[in-house]
Every structure is written in C-alpha cells, then in structure tokens.
C-alpha cells in the first residue's frame, strides 16, 4: 500500500524559510511521481510542484517560482519542499501527493495523499 507522510510545517515570519519533509512508503521514488499541493482557507487546492519518477521537476504556481524549489532523496525515499522568501499569502495547508510516473496539476490523478501539514506565515 503506497503512503506518503508529511511533516515541517509550523509558524514562520514573513520572509522566512521552512523545509517540507514527504515520506513515502510502500513505492519507491524511481515508480511514483509526487506532489505538492496546498489550500487556503476557502480557496481551492491548489497544485505547487512535482517531481516525476525520473526526477524531472514541474512548477505550477508562478506565486511560488524562485522561491520554493521541489527535491528529492531517493536513499531515503523522501520528497521535500524547500520554502524560501515566506509571504502571508503562503498560509495554508500543504499536501503531498502520489501516483504513478508521471505529474499532473490536477487532484483527481493523485490515488494517494497525506495527511497535510500546516504552514502559517505571521509576524
């Protein structure tokens, strides 16, 4: 059974940096593609990025391009989100997400989700 978990969430100033941590379990990286997403309160959730299974990195928020960047570690089977430059507007919960090889922005491909971990962006 494919699982992925995220953690790092928490509360950080304007401007600053957090790391998003999704462990997977039950696949290996080299066969899932796997996703960020978040959601506001009220809004819609919202693809971020993803990583196929060949590596390859997709951005799909320009609200995000040059800040967060999307890796992976296959050794220990972990997709992270590295969050820099931090705005109120990134206040949200953050999802990672997982199907087989290939990336979309859409919820609907996605068979398997974490649980989400809150990021909240205040001074």
């Known amino acids: 059974q494919w699982q992925v978990v995220e953690s790092g969430g928490g509360l950080v100033q304007p401007g600053g940096s957090l790391r998003l941590s999704c462990a997977a379990s039950?696949?290996?990286?080299?066969?899932?593609?796997v996703a960020w997403f978040r959601q506001a309160p009220g809004k819609e959730r919202e693809a971020i990025l993803c990583?196929?299974?060949?590596?390859?990195?997709?951005n799909y928020a320009d609200s995000v391009k040059g800040r967060f960047t999307i890796s992976r570690d296959i050794a220990k089977n972990t997709v992270y989100l590295q969050m820099n430059s931090l705005k109120p507007d990134d206040t949200a919960v953050y999802y990672c997400?997982?199907?087989?090889?290939?990336?979309?922005?859409?919820?609907?491909?996605?068979?398997?989700w974490g649980q989400g971990t809150q990021v909240t962006v205040s001074s």
């Open positions: 990583i196929t299974s060949d590596g390859e990195a997709t």
């Open positions: 039950g696949f290996t990286l080299d066969y899932g593609a």
């Open positions: 997400a997982a199907q087989l090889y290939y990336c979309s922005e859409y919820v609907q491909p996605y068979d398997y």
